[in-house]
Structure formats: structure tokens, C-alpha cells
């Protein structure tokens, strides 16, 4: 009887509680609203799920965050919110913020942003690497030892291996070249360019082009996985197909981070002996560790892993999106292709210098990363308030600028949606800070040059605000994404077209607060005081609670700490270092070219950006970590776990995911830990290497990483100079002038591809990485007369309420407000810099935590995309979809379908 009494009364409490619990969550709802209801943005669908259209558009794959906040800032104007469940997400495409959230080293990375980086369902993947490391002093550290590793005139040592990987690109690409075989050019590009981190990061033997490798794997499910792991239903589900999800997205990371770990021990192990330790990155962080006791194991190997996916990931992607437009551009094809033939010819051995001669294919690249930047944009935490184009940003609000965004505004660029190379031949056309592919600042991406120089190399070879729903926000936008209808990046540019520079959206509890004003994205991407909001970075730091990417340079929100890695880091990305990785860059994109060339029978549909994600991902297990084995051409767990993890990132932060009891999402789950488990396994194991090594005195060799925004931005520029033929025709001219017939691309080659280097600008601008950054407002701000309150992030956030504020540079970069015929591919318009606004083109964002590698991802993408054009013919499948979906990364639908035919043996 007693035992009833109690349980009658122990129910009584519990409805209590619960009851308690729901009313606290509404009240809090409510002041959420009404501390961000006077930015501009989409109506609220739901009072709980906030803007739940969003939500369910996004989760159903129908569109991506990128194409969302630059519909939002089309519609809303330079600042923007949305709210998803108790989260704020508040984006800018404001130049001047840009500036000053980027430059200034007071907006600090919000920490739970990266989440995701440092871990994935638990499993410690980036950890504090540089792209995760929010501690600004210590990431400061880390980029400080690591900058000459990305040094220009390390850069053009490395030309070699980057023509190597060129190389072995082309090969790839050439077995499929038969002028009617579709052939995805990106899975290439991303072999690629793993196949240069892992020659000239890390030393590590083998072609990653033409070989599956597990390693390959692994980066590619923990990739996938970060889209997941801050899901509470990817997390918790319970189902089979969830846990076996969890597990294999673990296995991924602890292989990534126990390859880390051997290679890591094995040079400690050679330094121990006496031994000459190679000239890559990773020995910049081995004698960091030893000789100045600035990096523990567990960090030496988050930086394996934070340089091996950001990467490899990057420069295939954007390489994927350059032939893309290359291909949908003809005229700007053939403007490439003569360039090539003009500086590359036939040259067997592409040097430094041919590279930097191709001009053209640097406005290609530039206008591609004006369209297709590597990431959405970055977020800063606004420490006070601010006021961004007169609206008020709350201290506190993780505030993003969206490079993506700004990309596509014709606010910053004529016709921002034609890709035009030929815009960054006017500089004075569009404003300063609206345009940073690889971030701004102090926190810029320490790889941009050696992405740029890559790019070259890759590019040579191939090329806001009122409430609809109480409960749900605005759960029409919700819809769309979940749906697949749409992107985030497409909403949010159609909302600031139709609201102005600052808009917000709901979704549940979240406001999602962006903005497109220049002004805006200079001040929260420039100033340090604008701190990465925590939970947007969760994806990183961990996905379903295996560690992912940790504490790295990415996720580290702590700016003290992320100082001091990433000044530890910065000398692995120096130009003078990067020049080095040259013949690794060439390495694998030579395994590109052969894995492409396979199907180079005209007839064959080959998805490019399978292939470049191949070939980048094989370029940081080269010049990351020296890792073995041809990962363009093999299919590896270590690829595959890469694939998982970056996937999962957009499903972690979701409840649904993280908690769905279903067995599809259990074993989802489980895949994405075991991916997680086995890229850090795989760091750990080769930085346990290094380490051995070190004791023993050996030489350890020089690497270095970076993959998901090269071979997503080769991508985008295949495709741009794909539907522009005369951009095309450039491009390849200035390879043909500067490449030719040479088999060894030099550094100084990659260099003189200037026109590469519009397309790739021009292809970040129209498709920058991600769609903006995002920043916590410490205090109230107003952005364009509309008052940001204290706490808003501008990015994505759960967590205290904040509202995320967001600085897009998808958006910015579409925007004829800073982009003459934004939507038109014009690599030239990157000539004339004084032509658009500042700050309102930052695919890398821009400030202290700008990309760390966006050197690194250009050169990569140049010598990957070098050895494509000079050594293949690429047309675009004409009935694939040119549309964006959003991972860790925007990447195109089509995956860049072409037909490929051999150009030259």
C-alpha cells in the first residue's frame, strides 16, 4: 500500500516537473523573440520550432543554409535572423562588419559552432586543431609555428608535388575520357587533393588518385558525419542502423587519428635517431611539440586531422565548382584553355612560375569562390553590443558574415550570378570585405595560398522578420530545407533580397539572425570581441558525442587557445612552405588525371567532384601527414569515414537525428562514430609514428592538409567555365601559354596562372565553402539602423538563448548591391578590387580566423585544375542539376557530371 501511495505521488511530481519544465521553455521562447524581433527576417511558423519551414527544408535535403540566407538577405537586407527551436541564427552580409568582425581579434569563434570539429558522436576528431581551437591565444600559438609551412616561398618547393598529384588527376581522368562517359570530376578532384596533403603535409607515400584507401574512407564519413553529430536524434537514437551509423563514423575518426598517431610516433621516432625529418607540416608541429613543448599528442593529432579534412574537402570542392562553370561557360572555358595552352603548353613539368602566369584561371578560381566559397561564411561572437547598417546586434549573438551570400549580391557584384572571371580584373567594381572565400583576419584560412596555388595546379589540370507560427517560426523555410526544395543558402539570399541587409528567421526556439552588410561583416569578423557562437561549431567538435574534430582551429572557440595553434600552425601554411608541396600538388593530381581518364571516352557522365574530392583528399594524406597509398583511385575507409563524418555534420545539432530511436538512424549513427573513430584513430596512430620517429632521430618529412573546399570549389569552377566556354578558353589558354606539354608543374607555374586564380575568386564568390560566418554579439549593436541584441549569434545556437547572427558570404557575393551582374561568371571582375565594396566578398571568411589553409587550397586547386585542362577535355552532362546542397561544405547537386575526352597524352 505504501509502495502505491509513493508512486502516486512520485507521478504527481514528475507531470509537475514536466509541466514546469514546458512553461519555462515557452517563457523562454518569448523573451528569445522578443530580444531579436526588431531584426528583419522570415515570419515565424511555429512559437516552439521557430522558423520550422527552414528546418524541414533543410532536412529534407531541398535546399541548404547557404541558398536560404541568401534568398533571406535578398528579401531582408544586410542582417538577417532566424530562429531554429530555442536557437538565433543572425547572418550579415554587411562589408563593414565583415571588416570589423573579422580583423578585430575581440570576436572570438563561438565554441559550440565547432562542435563538430572537435568531435563526432564522442570520438575526438579535429579536437583543438586550428580550425576547432576557439582559445584565441593558444590557437594564436599554434598558427604562429605553423604560417611558414604556407609560406609563398615554401609554396613553390612544392610545386612538384603538386604537379605529381596533377599527374595522377589526369590519369585518373583520362581512363574515363572518351568524350561520352559521364565522369564526376569532384570524387577526382577530391582524390586529388588528399593525394597533395598527404605528400607534402605528411610525406606519406601512395597514390590516394587511383586508389581506395581506407583512410580516404574514413575522412570522407567523418565529414558526413559532422552534419549529424549535434543531431540529438543522430546521437541518441537507439535503432541498429543508428548505432551502426555512431560506430562507423567513430571507427573513421580513430582511424584517421591512429594513422595520425603512427606517422605522428614514427617521426618522433626518427627525430629520437638522429634522422633528417622531411620538410612537410607535420614536422613544423613535431618540432613545436618537442623542441617548444607547444603541442600535446592528442593536439599533434588534431591537427592531422583538422588539416587532412579542411583540406582535402575545400580545394576538390571548389575545383568541382570552378569546371562546373567552366563547363556552363564556354566562352570562359576556352578563354582558360587558351591561357593554359599559352603559358602551360606541353610542358611535362609544370613549374611555379608557369602557374602564377595563369591569370585568367586565377579570376576563374576567384569568381568561383566568389559563387562556390568553401563554407557558408564564419561566425564571430559579439562580445557587446553593436550596431550593424543601424540595426542593433545584442552582446553576445554569434554573428556570421556570409561570404556565400555576399557572393551572389549585385549590392557587391555586377551580375552576380553570371560567372564572370574577368570581375577581378576590376577590383575598384566592388567593395573590400565582400569578398573573403578563406575568412579575413588573423583567423583566415593559414592554407588560402596553398589552396590557391593547388587550385592553379587543379585547375590546370581539369578545372528575416515576422512570426508565421507561434510554435514552429517560420516553419515554411523549415519545410523547403528539410524537404530539399531548397538550401539555406538559397533562402537566405531571396529573404535579404526582399528584407534588406538584416534579416531574422525562427525555427522552434532559435532566431537566425543574417546579414549582408559589408560594414557589418568587417566589424564581426575583423574584431576579436565577436566570439564563435559554441554551438554552431558543435558538428565539429564532436558528432552524436564521438570527438570529431575537438578542439581544433576550426571548433576551438576559446580564441586565447585557438591563438596559440594557430600561430603555431600558420608557418605550415607560408607561402615559402607551400611552394615545397609542389611536386606532391602535381602527384596527385596526375593520380586525378588517370583516375579520369579512364572514362575518358566522350560518352561516359563522370561525376568530376567525386573524383576531385578523391584527388584533394589524396593531396593531404601526402603533404599533410606523408600517408602511403592512392586515394584517387582507391576506395578507402579512411575516404569513406571523411565522406560519413561530413555528412553527418548537418544532422548532428538536430534532436531528431541525435535521438531517433528508429534502427536507420541508430545505424546512421553508429556509422558516423565509427567514421569519426577511425579518422582519429588513424591521426593517432600516425602522430604516434612521428613521435617514435622523432625519439629515435629521424628526419620527419614536411606536411600538411586541406580537402573538403578545394574539391568542392574545383567543382563549382568546372562547372562555371563549363556553361561559359570563353572563361573555359582562357583558362585552358593560359595553361596551354604557361603549362604546355610540361609533366612537372613548378611552383612558379602555378603562380603565373593569374586567370585561374579570377576563376577560382570568381567561383568563391558565387559559391563560397560555406554560406557566411557566424558571431556572438556581447552586447547590443545596431547593423544598418537595425538593433542586434546583446547575446545574438549571428550562425546557429542553442545554447543560452543567444540568437545566432550570421555574415553571409553566399549571399554578399549574389548581390548587384556589391557585384556589377552579380549572377554572371566573370572571373576579370577580381582584376579591379576597387569595383566592389570591402568585406563583402570573404569565401574564407576574413579576420584572426580566417581559413588557415585558403593559401594552401588555392595553390592545390591551380595544379589540380591546371593538369585537368591541359591534359583533358571536359563537357558539361547537360541535364544534370546545377543546384547546391549544403554538408560541411556547399557542394554541387550534379556532382559535376561531364564527358571527358584525352586533350593530351
Same mark, same amino acid.
Given at each position: ?27 523562454? +521562447? ?25 528546418? $524541414? ?18 528579401? !531582408? ?29 575581440? &570576436? ?38 605553423? #604560417? ?9 618547393? +612544392? ?20 568524350? $561520352? ?9 577530391? *582524390? ?53 551509423? *555512431? *560506430? ?111 591569370? &585568367? ?43 556565400? @551570400? ?67 517560426? #517560420? ?16 533562402? +537566405? ?5 526582399? !528584407? ?35 554551438? =554552431? ?37 607560408? *607561402? ?121 632521430? $629521424? ?11 578545394? =574539391? ?98 553566399? @549571399? ?54 591546371? $593538369? ?38
Amino acid at each position: 500500500m505504501l509502495f502505491l501511495i509513493l508512486l502516486k505521488y512520485a507521478l504527481v511530481l514528475t507531470i509537475l516537473a514536466v509541466v514546469t519544465a514546458c512553461l519555462g521553455f515557452i517563457a523562454y +521562447l518569448h523573451y528569445i523573440h522578443q530580444k531579436f524581433q526588431h531584426i528583419p527576417g522570415p515570419k515565424r511558423t511555429s512559437f516552439i520550432f521557430g522558423n520550422y519551414d527552414i528546418q $524541414k527544408a533543410l532536412t529534407e535535403e531541398r535546399t541548404t543554409m547557404s541558398e536560404i540566407l541568401t534568398d533571406l538577405h535578398s528579401e !531582408y537586407g544586410p542582417v538577417v535572423v532566424i530562429y531554429l527551436l530555442h536557437m538565433t541564427f543572425v547572418s550579415c552580409t554587411d562589408p563593414k562588419t565583415v571588416k570589423e568582425i573579422l580583423l578585430d581579434n575581440k &570576436y572570438l569563434k563561438p565554441s559550440f559552432n565547432y562542435e563538430p570539429f572537435r568531435q563526432l558522436f564522442g570520438e575526438r576528431f579535429m579536437g583543438k586543431g586550428l580550425v576547432s581551437e576557439t582559445n584565441h591565444e593558444k590557437w594564436g600559438i599554434h598558427r604562429h609555428i605553423l #604560417n611558414p609551412a604556407f609560406h609563398r616561398k615554401y609554396l613553390m618547393e +612544392l610545386i612538384t608535388t603538386f604537379g605529381e598529384s596533377a599527374d595522377r588527376l589526369v590519369k585518373y581522368l583520362s581512363v574515363k575520357a572518351d568524350g $561520352k562517359t559521364e565522369v564526376k570530376v569532384m570524387d577526382a578532384l577530391e *582524390r586529388a587533393t588528399l593525394d597533395v596533403i598527404c605528400k607534402v603535409g605528411f610525406s606519406m607515400e601512395g597514390d590516394m588518385i587511383a586508389n581506395d584507401t581506407p583512410f580516404a574512407n574514413a575522412i570522407h564519413i567523418s565529414l558526413h558525419a559532422m552534419r549529424d553529430t549535434m543531431s540529438p536524434s543522430a546521437r541518441f537514437d537507439p535503432r541498429k542502423k543508428a548505432r551502426d551509423y *555512431r *560506430r562507423d563514423v567513430k571507427n573513421a575518426v580513430k582511424l584517421l587519428r591512429g594513422t595520425g598517431l603512427q606517422i605522428i610516433t614514427q617521426r618522433l621516432q626518427d627525430l629520437k635517431e638522429g634522422k633528417e625529418l622531411p620538410k612537410d607540416i607535420l614536422s613544423f608541429v613535431i618540432d613545436a611539440a618537442v623542441v617548444k613543448g607547444n603541442f600535446t599528442m592528442e593536439e599533434m593529432i588534431d591537427e592531422f586531422v583538422t588539416l587532412f579534412v579542411g583540406g582535402q574537402e575545400t580545394t576538390s570542392t571548389v575545383l568541382s565548382f570552378a569546371l562546373i562553370c567552366l563547363g556552363q561557360n564556354p566562352h570562359e572555358m576556352d578563354k582558360v584553355r587558351e591561357e593554359v595552352d599559352r603559358v602551360i603548353g606541353d610542358k611535362k613539368v609544370i613549374e611555379y612560375e608557369d602557374i602564377m602566369k595563369l591569370e &585568367y584561371m586565377t579570376l576563374v578560381l576567384k569568381e568561383t569562390l566568389r559563387l562556390f566559397p568553401p563554407v557558408l561564411g564564419t561566425v564571430r561572437v559579439v562580445p557587446e553590443d553593436m550596431t550593424v547598417v543601424g540595426i542593433k546586434i545584442p552582446a553576445g549573438t554569434a554573428l556570421g558574415v556570409l561570404s556565400y @551570400t555576399m557572393g551572389r549580391m549585385d549590392e557587391f557584384f555586377k551580375d552576380p550570378l553570371t560567372f564572370n572571371p574577368d570581375r577581378f580584373n576590376q577590383q575598384e567594381d566592388r567593395p573590400l570585405y565582400a569578398y573573403f572565400p578563406f575568412s579575413l583576419g588573423a583567423r583566415s584560412c593559414i592554407g588560402q595560398q596553398f589552396a590557391m596555388s593547388y587550385l592553379l595546379f587543379g585547375a590546370k589540370v581539369t578545372f528575416s522578420s515576422h512570426s508565421s507560427s507561434f510554435i514552429f517560426g #517560420n516553419s515554411d523555410i523549415q519545410k523547403e530545407l528539410t524537404e530539399g526544395r531548397t538550401t539555406f543558402a538559397e533562402v +537566405l539570399t531571396e529573404l535579404h533580397s526582399e !528584407y534588406g541587409p538584416v534579416v531574422v528567421i525562427y525555427m522552434l526556439h532559435m532566431t537566425f539572425i543574417t546579414c549582408t552588410d559589408p560594414k557589418t561583416v568587417k566589424d564581426i569578423l575583423l574584431d576579436n570581441k565577436y566570439l564563435k557562437p559554441r554551438l =554552431s561549431y558543435e558538428p565539429f567538435r564532436q558528432l552524436f558525442g564521438e570527438r570529431f574534430m575537438g578542439k581544433g582551429l576550426v571548433s576551438e572557440i576559446n580564441h586565447e587557445k585557438w591563438g596559440i595553434h594557430r600561430r603555431i600552425l600558420n608557418p605550415a601554411f607560408h *607561402r615559402k612552405y607551400l611552394m615545397e608541396l609542389t611536386a606532391t600538388f602535381g602527384e596527385s593530381a596526375d593520380r586525378l588525371v588517370k583516375y579520369l581518364s579512364v572514362k575518358a571516352d566522350g560518352k561516359t557522365e563522370v561525376k568530376v567532384m567525386d573524383a576531385l574530392e578523391r584527388a584533394t583528399l589524396d593531396v593531404i594524406c601526402k603533404v599533410g601527414f606523408s600517408m602511403e597509398g592512392d586515394m584517387v583511385e582507391n576506395d578507402t575507409p579512411f575516404a569513406n569515414a571523411i565522406h560519413v563524418s561530413l555528412h553527418a555534420m548537418r544532422h548532428t545539432l538536430s534532436p531528431w537525428a541525435r535521438f531517433d530511436p528508429r534502427k536507420k538512424a541508430r545505424d546512421y549513427r553508429r556509422d558516423v562514430k565509427d567514421a569519426v573513430r577511425l579518422l582519429r584513430d588513424t591521426g593517432f596512430q600516425i602522430i604516434t609514428q612521428r613521435l617514435q620517429d622523432l625519439k629515435e632521430g $629521424k628526419e620527419l618529412p614536411k606536411d600538411i592538409l586541406r580537402q573538403e573546399t578545394t =574539391s568542392t570549389l574545383l567543382s563549382f569552377a568546372l562547372i562555371c567555365l563549363g556553361q561559359n566556354p570563353h572563361e573555359m578558353d582562357k583558362v585552358r589558354g593560359e595553361v596551354d601559354r604557361i603549362i604546355g606539354d610540361k609533366e612537372i608543374i613548378e611552383y612558379e607555374d602555378i603562380m603565373k596562372l593569374e586567370y585561374m586564380t579570377l576563376v577560382l575568386k570568381e567561383t568563391l564568390r558565387l559559391f563560397p565553402p560555406v554560406l557566411g560566418a557566424t558571431r556572438e554579439v556581447p552586447e547590443d549593436m545596431t547593423v544598418v539602423g537595425v538593433k542586434i541584441p546583446a547575446g545574438a549569434t549571428l550562425g546557429v545556437s542553442w545554447t543560452n538563448g543567444n540568437p545566432n547572427y550570421m555574415v553571409l558570404t553566399y @549571399t554578399m557575393g549574389r548581390m548587384d548591391e556589391f557585384f556589377k551582374d552579380p549572377l554572371t561568371f566573370n572571373p576579370d571582375r577580381f582584376n579591379h578590387q576597387e569595383d566592389r565594396p570591402l568585406y563583402a566578398y570573404f569565401p574564407f571568411s576574413m579576420g584572426a580566423r580566417s581559413c588557415i589553409g585558403q593559401q594552401f587550397a588555392m595553390i592545390e586547386a591551380r595544379m589540380l585544375l591546371s $593538369k585537368i585542362l591541359q591534359k583533358l577535355n571536359l563537357r558539361l552532362v547537360p541535364e544534370q542539376d546545377f543546384g547546391i546542397y549544403e554538408e560541411l561544405v556547399i557542394k554541387p547537386k550534379g556532382h559535376c557530371a561531364n564527358y571527358i575526352t584525352i586533350r593530351r597524352k
